[in-house]
């Protein structure tokens, strides 16, 4: 993230360091949006939201633990862990009243902080994630969820990294900038991460909590997301939970890389009655 307008700082655990960046200058009369990448991506993922909302809200976006620069940070974390420091982040910049932006992993994130902190967040956006309920997966599902990294460790770490740009991105820019994070862990560290990402995800939906959404939420997903189940638990969730769904044209799993100006502008009509 280049911009002047946003700042480095970094929050120490005990387990290691987490690296966000936040608006160098803070308004008390405008919104907080959140930027939560989903797995193995890191800040650099929301860019294209960053510049565009950079003189319009207060900002924050992260690299996860265990992502990017929030490293070393040994990939031992459950969602709740993640929810907990993102609290006291933002506890201790004043941001009030967020509205959490999070694509896939980061989509889940967000809901675990929701459910943990009831009426906090003054809005959520899902990008490309899916639902934390229990009742929207099968058990052998979660089962595989849990079972993933002699899978990925069985690729050649080109391929893997050719696999993921590609199958997570339809455009140019997406798939580039994909393969540009990818390639900052070796294939080990990659391939541990995603595997601890996916059973935390496991490991939080069969702790069958009601993770009801206490504030306005939108659903946002590409048309061509071919990451898993996606396209199916949204369709799903969007009708179960009576939530509105955007489906964008042309777009894959990282659909805020591959139509930017779709989701700045979906982004911008949910936050403006928010604000």
Not at 39 to 51: E, G, I, K, N, Y
Not at 67 to 76: K, L, M
Not at 85 to 103: M, N
Not at 190 to 206: I, M, N, R, T
Request: aromatic share 12%; hydrophobic share 35%; glycine share 6%.
């Amino acid at each position: 993230m280049n911009d002047s307008r946003l700042e480095k700082r970094v929050f120490q655990t005990p387990f290691g360091p987490i690296a966000y960046w936040i608006s160098k200058e803070t308004h008390e009369n405008r919104p907080w949006l959140v930027f939560l990448p989903g797995l193995t991506a890191d800040h650099r993922l929301f860019d294209r939201q960053t510049s565009y909302f950079e003189k319009s809200a207060n900002l924050i976006a992260w690299d996860a633990p265990s992502h990017g620069q929030s490293r070393p940070f040994e990939p031992a974390w459950s969602l709740d862990d993640k929810a907990r420091w993102l609290k006291e982040i933002l506890d201790l910049e004043g941001a009030t009243r967020p509205i959490l932006i999070g694509q896939s992993m980061g989509g889940y994130v967000s809901q675990a902080f929701i459910d943990l902190f009831p009426s906090t967040a003054k809005g959520f956006v899902s990008i490309d994630s899916c639902p934390l309920q229990r009742n929207y997966y099968q058990k052998w599902e979660l089962w595989l969820l849990k079972h993933t990294k002699s899978t990925f460790m069985a690729f050649p770490w080109k391929m893997l990294v050719n696999l993921g740009s590609k199958g997570n991105a339809t455009s140019s820019y997406g798939r580039n900038l994909m393969h540009e994070m990818m390639c900052d862990y070796d294939k080990r560290e990659y391939c541990e991460l995603s595997a601890h990402g996916f059973k935390a995800l496991a490991q939080a939906v069969e702790k069958n909590r009601a993770y009801e959404l206490s504030c306005p939420a939108l659903l946002i997903c590409g048309e061509n997301d071919g990451a898993g189940s996606a396209k199916r638990y949204n369709h799903a969730w969007s009708k179960g939970a009576n939530l509105p769904i955007h489906w964008i044209a042309g777009a894959g799993h990282n659909s805020n890389t591959d139509n930017p100006d779709a989701i700045n502008g979906l982004l911008e009509q949910f936050i403006e009655p928010l604000a």
